[in-house]
């Protein structure tokens, strides 16, 4: 029987830690998070390099990270926990002030799971964090989509890159509406199979890749040229 994992129902509890700057933020991001029965937050962080410190010493599931932070900024402190391998299964989610910023792409980029708008509704917060915690599907409320496709277009010129060669059609055309920032039960109607064989699809994907997790996979998509910002509209 396969283990539940945090985010999903009957899981365990999503283990938060928060780092940004500003007291009275974090202060109103754990009010939210705490009145969740299965959202748990685990400490706190004012700078990024205190963010790399607890990210290792506490193992959050989830890392709400600010971009802009003293010491050290989100986008360094977040590569450096993506890039720990002891640090595997944790997922960062950047803060942001605006939906399209020039850091976020960087931060994708570097290893970020995903991002939120600070000002998001309650509802999208708690949504994206279950959802990024669950590691099936990249954060994707509607300004998603549109920053990656507004950054994607500032990348270097495309890399067909080599390890393409081991998709199949069929994953190739599953990643590049992964890339077009399609959910599996999306991909699933798409393509008129089942979600769990959608979801299938993306896993294999992901290990024959070697990418962390749906975000880095829409990041490939896109430097490769699989995909151009734009091409399902």
């Known amino acids: 029987m396969t283990a539940t994992r945090p985010g999903e129902p009957g899981g365990t509890r999503v283990r938060v830690l928060l780092a940004d700057d500003q007291r009275l933020v974090r202060a109103g991001f754990r009010s939210i998070l705490e009145d969740e029965e299965d959202i748990e937050v685990v400490g706190e962080a004012s700078t990024g390099v205190e963010a790399v410190r607890l990210a290792g010493e506490l193992r959050p599931d989830i ?30 989610v950047i803060l942001t002030t605006f939906d399209v910023d020039d850091y976020v792409y960087g931060a994708l980029r ?18 994206g964090i279950r959802v990024c915690a669950r590691g099936d599907a990249l954060i994707a409320p509607s300004a998603t989509r549109r920053l990656i496709q507004e950054f994607a277009g500032r990348a270097r ?77």
């Not at 109607?189 to 829409?218: C, E, F, G, W, Y």
């Open 157 to 233: 010129q495309p890399d067909p890159s080599p390890r393409l060669n081991a998709l199949t059609e069929r994953e190739r055309e599953v990643m590049a509406l992964v890339g077009a920032g399609l959910t599996n039960d999306e991909i699933a109607r798409r393509l008129v199979v089942s979600p769990a064989t959608a979801k299938t699809h993306v896993s294999r994907i992901m290990t024959k890749l070697n990418v962390r997790d749906r975000a880095q996979l829409v990041i490939l998509a896109y430097e490769t040229g699989m995909i151009t910002p734009g091409w399902m509209s």
């Open 63 to 92: 890392v709400l990270m600010d971009i802009r932070m003293p010491e050290q900024d989100g986008l360094a402190a977040t590569g450096l926990i993506v890039g720990d391998p002891a640090l595997a299964r944790v997922r960062v």
């Open 110 to 127: 570097a290893g970020a799971s995903g991002f939120l708008v600070k000002d998001t509704e309650p509802m999208e917060l708690l949504h």
